[in-house]
């Protein structure tokens, strides 16, 4: 068991570095002075005498969401018993996260000089957390949907009640009289009179009227695919562009599931919190549209509460022949979710030919390397990174060599090895460029060697070979993620937009 201070640190590491909350938690004291109507749902413990509240009071979780949203934020924000109320800091990470996304030069980003950032938040819920945080953060414009009356009458108030950024927020009703069900659904007999069968991208869809047969729901239910209002396709006008979509989706398939954590009360009715099939079938949805709507997004993005579902809809997203994927993982007290990011925008940082991933010797060199820096530091580099993972690794000094034999698991967890810079946070330890993303991990070990060559001063040449003829796709990205690594180590940041060796060979 971790210790508590230990915990606490863990939580720390786990926010955003740009998260207000990341070095000072919010003060239950010093709100409590302020806000006389916080003060009642603070008390103080007997163990530590620090401030506290009781998370299972669902009016404390919401005084509290509102003095933090009015006194960190200036936004005046309130919901009506029972919906689901979030938590500040940990719905400030997903924006953060996104905002790393945006600004990464993975994809291009094709707006004009001055445009604000536009975003789509799937299910806004009555809080419209997202994008009240978004707008008032960052400046960002929002198309907000939901699906419930109460949910678009509340979102539609928390706007218009903070007029300072009202005008970048639009809630868009979904039309709740459509059902999405799968074709397959419907190729078992089930289907109804006056349908539309629509495209929507490699999962053909069908939208229905109202009231779903009752034998079609209970085939939905039992396939566990999504069955219910359309999500993306269908609510995106025709033209429209944005850089993102978010959603926190409804993670559960019954409400028994919802409420199993009983140390909190953040409220949350049943057409927030469940869906059939639960968030697997919520989002493998979103996938499909966004096959069907590809560029309109440059991003699309969930959260994820299952990490089993997570490697679910990565395996989806292979393929339906995304060009990157990115994961992360959010943590905020006892909660872990998991963020889920791909596109389908050719990747601008790492073009990379097929061939390349069919070789078994590939190279990069590292240059500008500081002088305090020789070809064993490099080599031991190269042995830390390829072997924390547990990977066998035997090094030769003599010949600056490394041989390493990894599993399938060892390399699945060198590739998801954190490489800081990816972002400006260490909070992205996935990504993929799916479009050449080999998914030829083969059961057997991977042997590969590395060796370390001395050129001119402050130049090294990397090479690596691999001893087998299969699972050179794997090779290719664990060489490619080394050469980040390294240059990041190493090197002395570059001044011009020069491409990477490996890069330059391919
Ligand atoms: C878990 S809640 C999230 C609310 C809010 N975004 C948050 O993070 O607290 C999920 C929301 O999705 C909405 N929803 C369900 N199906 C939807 C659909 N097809 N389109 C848009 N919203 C939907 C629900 O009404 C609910 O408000």
Same mark, same amino acid.
């Given at each position: 068991m971790p210790s508590k201070k230990r915990k606490r640190v863990q939580e720390r590491a786990a926010i955003h570095p740009r998260n207000k909350y990341s070095e000072n938690p919010p003060d239950f004291g010093a709100l409590a002075s302020i806000y006389p109507s916080f003060k009642p749902y603070v008390f103080y413990s007997s163990r530590d005498g620090r401030p506290r509240i009781d998370w299972?009071?669902?009016?404390?979780?919401?005084?509290?969401?509102?003095?933090?949203?009015?006194?960190?934020?200036?936004?005046?924000?309130?919901?009506?018993?029972?919906?689901?109320?979030?938590?500040?800091?940990?719905?400030?990470?997903?924006?953060?996260?996104?905002?790393?996304?945006?600004? %990464?030069?993975?994809?291009?980003?094709?707006?004009? #000089?001055?445009?604000?950032?536009?975003?789509?938040? +799937?299910?806004?819920?009555?809080?419209? +957390?997202?994008?009240?945080?978004?707008?008032?953060?960052?400046?960002?414009?929002?198309?907000?949907?939901?699906?419930? #009356?109460?949910?678009?009458?509340?979102?539609?108030?928390?706007?218009?009640?903070?007029?300072?950024?009202?005008?970048?927020?639009?809630?868009?009703?979904?039309?709740?009289?459509?059902?999405?069900?799968?074709?397959?659904?419907?190729?078992?007999?089930?289907?109804?009179?006056?349908?539309?069968?629509?495209?929507?991208?490699?999962?053909?869809?069908?939208? +229905?009227?109202?009231?779903?047969?009752?034998?079609?729901?209970?085939? %939905?239910?039992?396939?566990?695919?999504?069955?219910?209002?359309?999500?993306?396709?269908?609510?995106?006008? #025709?033209?429209?562009?944005?850089?993102?979509?978010?959603?926190?989706?409804?993670?559960?398939?019954?409400?028994?599931?919802?409420?199993?954590?009983?140390?909190?009360?953040?409220?949350?009715?049943?057409?927030?919190?469940?869906?059939?099939?639960?968030?697997?079938?919520?989002?493998?949805?979103?996938?499909?549209?966004?096959?069907?709507?590809?560029?309109?997004?440059?991003?699309?993005? %969930?959260?994820?509460?299952?990490?089993?579902?997570?490697k679910i809809l990565i395996s989806r997203l292979r393929e339906v022949g995304v060009t990157v994927v990115k994961t992360t993982e959010f943590v905020q007290g006892q909660t872990c979710r998991w963020g889920l990011a791909w596109s389908f925008v050719p990747p601008s940082r790492k073009i990379v030919s097929s061939s390349a991933t069919e070789k078994n010797n590939l190279s990069f060199m590292l240059e500008g390397i500081q002088r305090q820096y020789s070809a064993i530091h490099v080599l031991q580099s190269v042995e830390s990174f390829l072997c924390s993972c547990g990977a066998s690794c035997k090094i030769d000094s003599t010949s600056f060599k490394i041989d390493v034999i990894a599993s399938k698991d060892q390399c699945e967890s060198i590739l998801n090895t954190e490489t800081q810079n990816i972002f400006a946070t260490p909070s992205c330890p996935y990504e993929l460029g799916m479009s050449n993303g080999p998914n030829d991990l083969q059961s057997s070990d991977l042997h590969l060697s590395i060796s370390v060559f001395q050129q001119i001063p402050g130049t090294l040449l990397v090479k690596g070979f691999l001893h087998q003829k299969e699972s050179t796709g794997v090779f290719f990205l664990i060489f490619q993620k080394l050469e980040e690594f390294l240059k990041q180590k190493f090197c002395r940041p570059k001044t011009s937009a020069e491409p990477s060796c490996t890069e330059r060979k391919r």
């Amino acid at each position: 068991m971790p210790s508590k201070k230990r915990k606490r640190v863990q939580e720390r590491a786990a926010i955003h570095p740009r998260n207000k909350y990341s070095e000072n938690p919010p003060d239950f004291g010093a709100l409590a002075s302020i806000y006389p109507s916080f003060k009642p749902y603070v008390f103080y413990s007997s163990r530590d005498g620090r401030p506290r509240i009781d998370w299972t009071d669902y009016n404390a979780t919401r005084e509290l969401t509102r003095v933090l949203l009015l006194h960190d934020h200036g936004l005046n924000w309130w919901i009506p018993d029972g919906q689901l109320c979030p938590t500040v800091p940990n719905r400030s990470n997903y924006i953060h996260w996104i905002e790393d996304l945006l600004s %990464s030069d993975i994809i291009p980003d094709c707006r004009a #000089d001055g445009d604000a950032v536009k975003g789509f938040d +799937i299910g806004t819920g009555a809080n419209c +957390i997202y994008p009240l945080l978004g707008a008032s953060l960052l400046g960002w414009r929002f198309v907000a949907s939901d699906v419930t #009356d109460v949910a678009l009458e509340w979102a539609e108030r928390n706007v218009t009640s903070n007029p300072h950024i009202s005008e970048l927020i639009e809630i868009r009703k979904v039309d709740n009289a459509k059902t999405i069900v799968e074709e397959k659904d419907l190729h078992s007999g089930l289907g109804r009179d006056n349908e539309s069968i629509e495209d929507l991208g490699n999962t053909r869809a069908v939208m +229905i009227g109202p009231e779903p047969s009752s034998s079609l729901e209970l085939q %939905s239910m039992v396939e566990k695919n999504y069955h219910g209002p359309p999500i993306l396709a269908g609510v995106v006008k #025709d033209e429209e562009k944005f850089d993102f979509c978010m959603c926190n989706p409804p993670f559960f398939e019954t409400m028994e599931e919802a409420g199993l954590n009983p140390k909190t009360a953040c409220g949350g009715t049943a057409q927030e919190m469940v869906c059939p099939g639960g968030e697997k079938a919520f989002i493998t949805r979103i996938v499909e549209d966004s096959v069907q709507l590809k560029q309109s997004f440059r991003w699309y993005t %969930s959260m994820i509460g299952r990490k089993s579902n997570l490697k679910i809809l990565i395996s989806r997203l292979r393929e339906v022949g995304v060009t990157v994927v990115k994961t992360t993982e959010f943590v905020q007290g006892q909660t872990c979710r998991w963020g889920l990011a791909w596109s389908f925008v050719p990747p601008s940082r790492k073009i990379v030919s097929s061939s390349a991933t069919e070789k078994n010797n590939l190279s990069f060199m590292l240059e500008g390397i500081q002088r305090q820096y020789s070809a064993i530091h490099v080599l031991q580099s190269v042995e830390s990174f390829l072997c924390s993972c547990g990977a066998s690794c035997k090094i030769d000094s003599t010949s600056f060599k490394i041989d390493v034999i990894a599993s399938k698991d060892q390399c699945e967890s060198i590739l998801n090895t954190e490489t800081q810079n990816i972002f400006a946070t260490p909070s992205c330890p996935y990504e993929l460029g799916m479009s050449n993303g080999p998914n030829d991990l083969q059961s057997s070990d991977l042997h590969l060697s590395i060796s370390v060559f001395q050129q001119i001063p402050g130049t090294l040449l990397v090479k690596g070979f691999l001893h087998q003829k299969e699972s050179t796709g794997v090779f290719f990205l664990i060489f490619q993620k080394l050469e980040e690594f390294l240059k990041q180590k190493f090197c002395r940041p570059k001044t011009s937009a020069e491409p990477s060796c490996t890069e330059r060979k391919r």
